[in-house]
């Protein structure tokens, strides 16, 4: 036994790292848990059902041996430990060593404070203080005047002085200040263990130390002690003003400035060693092994005292702190975690043992009745008051529009009146020991019932007829009954089926005309539309047809086994998957545009639902009461809320980017991060500081750059990408919280992504200049491939031409040379007048010279004379051939042609000369000459007999003139065109491009030297 109660001691000898606690109390501690250890339970007060409880013992990196907490305005809660400092964002707990980039002074903290500008304050066990802003780190100790010693706790004043309460002294922080001012014996305190420094509504400054509790009004200097005069130590401010403090072992007093008359005893109120209130005014007193919350006056039974202890979930024996967050979740630090404790929105019926699959019926004044196998009927409201009403236990309920409320079960049927007295009506033989389903009054008084495995009866006076003789009914279980407003009767099957009664008119609805929803489990006339809910879904029937109704984010909707749409409009299901709530507008606009996903909201376990709607019996699950409140009933619970004033949490949750990574490398997420060369993949992590419900918070992020639309990341925490393009981007990611409430500035990261080598402009840049090379090479290979291939077959066309010529000049030239000097010497031996010899003369000149031109061409030589060659060579060929019947035209500049060309042009216009000349029997020729700027034509008309189209293309056989022209005027690169008509003359006509026909004007384009090139080939081939 002594052993437990050291145990129990030691334990409580660990409060002495908190404010309420101090080291003369040890005596008394020990004492205490003996006290506190024979104390019998009944001494325990209830639970705390309003609120969710969570707590943390080491999961996710949660500390141990919680001592302070506080908030800084970005949202983060940081915990101080022995262990460490530690910030959490609801959901991940992470150790801080260092914070914005600056180390802590040290690991091993209990002191905490936010201050108002938004730093952050830090206390070290073994003293000193680190000062932490987004631009500002500083350390405070001794050097700094900080008092020696455990910094306990932090205060800030209204002026943002900031006060240390250390375990040697107070000292003060003065705004603008570098160093600390010592507070004590000339302001009228004991230097000694101080615990805690507390401004109150008024102005008035009060300190918890050793010795008791001081305090100034503002404006005074000095301090005077408050009564009780006894050692207290943890202070705290009701709502009213009213300061109470604790021994720091088991007892709490009301603190006053002065005496009462008479100075009696203190006495204490209430127990504890420690306590803090709320934003509504709830006293939360710390103790040993449980938190006990109480609502004002704080004392008696009004104070409605409830507990959270060990036994039911708390992370530790030792309670060592509270703190309300911006949200008004309630934390405590124990010694071995922490817990959270959080307003639900559903208020559970509180009851001894649970209950065993209740129904629920709304009763006058705002209250339900509640009926299950354990117990008899009773009567509840919303206050938690009960009343026993009858002995009996109902499978279905029913109230009619006169108020008459009806209970049945397996046996009989119970009407309650007006008066509040119930009848009891038996059941027919035949249908005793078969429960009760559903019920209905339709339009003429009739009441319709459905029993289980029996089938659907009307009562008509007293009597019951199966179908109410009907045929086509199903003969199977009748889960729901409605009645419309037209007073026809609805009833829900299951197999997925739904019967409309009119009077002596029957209508089935199942597949085929649109219903998707298994067993039919409610329904629920609305006005002139009838909602039905299932095993599947959820379905709306509009007078013509059903239409099935989807929720957003493709999210289930299963189970519906009650429905109710009150006055505001709203429609309240409770299913399978919680309770929905779908908002007035949404269910109009699911009435004028059905079809499309509809908003909706969800209540469930976190919401403080315990289990899910029944999916039998008792049927229907929720129940609406007079006074507008909503009852949810399950398999085990029943749940209320008002759908008037359900909390909301207007707090846009603040959003942070924690890190990117990029393979295994993890990077503080700063502006402007350039992430190294051949990053492609990222995993940007990101965060929401909302601590109420951080399962529900959800979040969108962008990568501009990249997303073209917002990517719905539902509650997910990071964002993936993958094999990104080097560029800048810009990352951005909001949240919504429980509510729906968007941070749309959220959080934004720009980040870089440089470019490989090959990824830059001046790696394409060297690519294309290399293509260009590679073009240009294979481009001068292809010409000096072109240039052998040309050179060869130009060798073998002069080895060819070399043995033409050799023969032409043996045989025909010779032959000619022959002629010519016969001629001549037969022509001096003629008696000839000198008007004829001069003729003659000049045709054996020009003789001449047609042979010396023939030994040119035989001899493969070019004559290059002036631009005027060609000219004066054709006109006057032409006047010796023709005579009178020539004439000549020449226009534009003289320009010289290309040799080859020049050569090719002579040989065309001679030929065309010669044929006008020996076969048109023409009275006129005309030779027209045109140097123009874009190229050069020659043209030979005569208006001799023409020659019949047969003949254009190849001549006469066996002769060459026609078609060499042909040839000629392609091998120069000309447009060959000969015209003929019989009777009408002959005209040949040749266009070369100035870029073939003059020097120099060659293209500069590369496929046309190309082509050139090409055209070469082929001549010679």
């Not at 003293?127 to 500083?138: C, E, K, L, T």
């Not at 919401?607 to 507008?628: C, F, H, K, N, Y």
């Not at 000097?821 to 003369?841: D, G, K, T, W, Y």
């Amino acid at each position: 036994m002594l052993l437990k109660y050291g145990k129990i001691a030691t334990r409580l000898i660990a409060l002495l790292t908190i404010p309420a606690i101090s080291l003369p109390h040890w005596l008394t501690l020990i004492a205490l848990a003996v006290v506190m250890q024979s104390q019998p339970a009944s001494a325990i007060t209830p639970a705390m059902g309003s609120y969710a409880h969570t707590a943390w013992n080491g999961q996710r990196g949660a500390p141990a041996d919680v001592l302070q907490f506080t908030q800084t305005q970005d949202g983060w809660l940081w915990i101080s430990s022995p262990n460490g400092l530690f910030r959490f964002d609801g959901v991940d707990f992470e150790r801080m060593d260092s914070v914005h980039g600056h180390r802590l002074h040290t690991t091993n903290t209990v002191g905490l404070l936010t201050t108002r500008d938004g730093r952050l304050w830090v206390g070290g066990r073994f003293g000193g203080i680190s000062m932490i802003a987004a631009d500002h780190f500083r350390v405070f100790n001794e050097d700094s005047g900080l008092p020696r010693g455990m910094v306990l706790t932090m205060s800030e004043g209204p002026d943002g002085s900031v006060w240390a309460a250390t375990s040697t002294g107070l000292g003060v922080l003065q705004p603008g200040a570098t160093h600390f001012r010592r507070v004590g014996k000339q302001e009228g305190l004991p230097e000694t263990l101080t615990q805690k420094v507390l401004f109150g509504r008024d102005g008035r400054q009060w300190v918890s130390l050793s010795g008791g509790i001081y305090f100034r009004d503002p404006g005074r200097a000095r301090f005077q002690r408050a009564w009780p005069y006894i050692d207290l130590m943890a202070i705290a401010e009701a709502p009213d003003g009213t300061l109470w403090a604790s021994d720091g072992i088991d007892k709490h007093y009301r603190v006053l400035t002065s005496a009462p008359p008479g100075n009696p005893a203190p006495h204490a109120e209430l127990g504890g060693n420690g306590a803090m209130f709320d934003r509504d005014g709830n006293m939360w007193i710390l103790k040993v092994n449980a938190v006990e919350r109480r609502r004002a006056p704080y004392v008696g039974k009004a104070a409605d005292a409830r507990e959270l202890t060990r036994e039911n979930g708390m992370s530790g024996a030792l309670v060592q702190s509270a703190f309300e967050d911006r949200e008004g979740n309630i934390w405590l630090g124990t010694s071995g975690g922490l817990d959270r404790l959080r307003r639900i929105r559903l208020s559970g019926v509180k009851v001894e043992t649970a209950f065993d699959h209740p129904g629920v019926v709304a009763d006058e004044g705002g209250g339900v009745l509640i009926g299950d196998w354990r117990r008899p009927l009773r009567r509840y409201d919303a206050s938690g008051r009960q009343e026993a009403l009858q002995p009996l236990r109902f499978t279905c309920a029913y109230r009619a529009a006169d108020g008459t409320l009806w209970l049945a079960n397996a046996s009989e049927r119970w009407r309650r009146d007006a008066s509040g007295a119930y009848e009891r009506i038996p059941h027919p033989k035949h249908l005793v020991g078969y429960a009760a389903q559903a019920m209905t009054i339709d339009g003429r008084g009739r009441m319709w019932v459905s029993v289980s495995r029996q089938g659907l009866f009307v009562i008509e006076d007293g009597v019951w007829r199966k179908h109410g003789s009907l045929t086509g009914i199903p003969d199977r279980l009748a889960l729901s009954l409605a009645t419309d407003r037209a007073g026809r009767v609805w009833a829900g099957f299951a197999e997925n089926q739904i019967a409309l009664i009119d009077g002596q008119r029957l209508q089935l609805f199942g597949a085929a005309e649109g219903l998707r929803l298994g067993n039919v489990l409610s329904l629920l006339a609305d006005g002139n539309q009838l909602w039905a809910g299932g095993v599947d879904s959820l379905a709306r029937y509009d007078g013509r047809r059903w239409h099935g109704v989807t929720l957003a984010g493709g999210q289930s909707l299963r189970g519906v086994s009650g429905m109710v749409r009150p006055r505001n409009g709203d429609l309240w299901l409770n299913g399978s998957d919680g309770i929905t709530r779908i908002a007035n507008d949404d269910v109009d606009r699911l009435t004028h545009a059905p079809g499309g996903a509809v908003s909706y909201e969800r209540f469930d376990a976190l919401d403080g639902l315990v289990g899910t709607a029944e999916q039998l019996r008792p049927l229907p699950s929720i129940t609406q009461g007079t006074d507008g409140r909503l009852w949810f009933a399950t398999a085990s619970d029943v749940a209320n809320i008002d759908p008037a004033t359900i909390a909301r949490n207007p707090l846009a949750p603040p959003v942070q980017i924690l890190s990117v990574r990029a393979g295994d490398v993890r990077y503080a997420p700063r502006h402007g991060l350039r992430l190294p060369v051949g990053r492609r993949d990222l995993r940007i992590a990101y965060t929401a500081l909302g601590l109420a419900i951080p399962e529900r918070l959800r979040f969108r992020y962008k990568l501009e750059g990249f997303d073209q639309y917002w990517q719905d990341a539902g509650i997910g925490r990071d964002a993936v990408y993958t094999n990104l393009p080097p560029g800048d981007y810009r990352f951005r990611v909001i949240a919504a919280n429980e509510d729906g409430v968007w941070n749309e500035t959220g959080a934004t990261l720009e980040l870089s992504l440089p470019p490989r080598f090959i990824e830059t402009r001046w790696f394409i840049l060297l690519i294309a200049l290399a293509a260009l090379v590679l073009i240009r090479a294979l481009y001068l290979l292809r010409v000096r491939r072109l240039t052998a291939r040309v050179q060869e077959r130009m060798q073998e066309r002069l080895a060819e031409r070399e043995r033409i010529a050799r023969g032409l000049h043996d045989t025909v030239l010779q032959s000619v040379q022959g002629l010519i000097m016969l001629f001549e010497r037969q022509v001096r031996n003629l008696p000839i007048s000198a008007a004829q010899r001069s003729e003659i003369e000049q045709t054996l000149d020009f003789a001449d010279e047609l042979l010396a031109e023939g030994r040119d061409c035989v001899s493969d030589l070019r004559h290059n004379g002036d631009s005027g060659d060609l000219d004066h060579a054709l006109c006057q060929y032409a006047s010796l051939l023709l005579q009178q019947k020539f004439t000549s035209r020449v226009s534009g500049a003289s320009r010289p042609l290309c040799p080859r060309v020049r050569q090719e042009v002579k040989a065309i216009a001679r030929e065309a000369l010669f044929n006008a000349a020996r076969h048109a029997d023409a009275k006129q020729v005309e030779l027209t000459i045109e140097y123009r700027p874009d190229g050069f034509m020659l043209q030979v008309r005569d208006d001799g007999c023409g020659m019949p189209a047969a003949l254009l293309d190849s001549g006469k056989p066996r002769h060459y003139g026609i078609v060499g022209m042909c040839e000629r005027a392609k091998a120069a690169g000309a447009s060959y065109m000969l015209d003929s008509t019989p009777g009408r003359g002959t005209v040949m006509r040749l266009d070369i491009p100035a870029e073939y026909a003059y020097p120099g004007r060659s293209s500069a384009a590369l496929f046309a030297r190309l082509r050139e090139l090409r055209r070469a080939a082929v001549d010679a081939a």
